[in-house]
């Protein structure tokens, strides 16, 4: 009888353990803004765009001092000279509504002079521009093994001209979800 009981035990424990939820979070909870970088290539009849690698770049983030009214290195650099990339993801603040980035490009472009046929070379090294981005943060639920993660809508973006040419923004929502939000033309 005992041995009756002890193998119903072991079989129930079994069953019990067997059937148990995974508690753990498989969901992405990393909310970055998605930038990518772009070429526009400008004829007389035509106008084209492509993807743009950028040889290496840094990427600081900056905070606002309302005592000097100016920006100052954070103790973050978000990318420490990383090579030849076609885009970057930055981390927006989450309980400010602004975020500031300082990215230093290092680039050279090769482009085709019509007229001679020659090659033609540009080198740009140390171009430093500084990237405003203001938001609005909203706390998002996931689930209950997962909690919760600040979003982002993007309100505007501003940007200096030393490298950039101009910047757009694609797609406002700044979540988990990877999708480019950001482009910027060289």
């Known amino acids: 009888m005992k041995k009756t009981q002890y193998i119903l035990f072991v079989l129930c424990m079994t069953l019990c353990f067997s059937c148990a939820v995974d508690e753990s979070c498989r969901t992405n909870q990393s909310v970055l803004m998605d930038i990518g970088m ?10 084209t765009v492509a993807s743009m690698t950028i040889d290496s770049i840094t990427v600081r983030g900056l905070k606002y001092d309302a005592a000097t009214k100016k920006y100052s290195y954070m103790d973050s650099v ?21 975020s500031a980035f300082e990215v230093t490009f290092n680039s050279k472009r090769i482009t085709t002079n019509t007229v001679t046929n020659i090659n033609d070379t540009t080198l740009y090294i140390n171009k430093k521009d500084t990237l405003i981005v203001t938001h609005q943060n909203t706390d998002k639920y996931l689930s209950l093994q ?7 809508s993007l309100d505007t973006i501003l940007a200096t001209n030393n490298f950039i040419d101009s910047i757009r923004i694609t797609n406002r929502k700044v979540s988990n979800i990877n999708v480019e939000n950001i482009k910027i033309y060289k």
Not at 79 to 95: A, E, G, R
């Open 38 to 47: 772009y070429h526009v290539t400008q004829t007389d009849t035509s106008r």
């Open 146 to 152: 997962c909690g919760s993660i600040k979003v982002h």
């Open 78 to 98: 978000l990318y420490n000279n990383l090579k030849t990339i076609t885009k970057i993801d930055l981390p927006l603040h989450s309980f400010e509504s602004t």
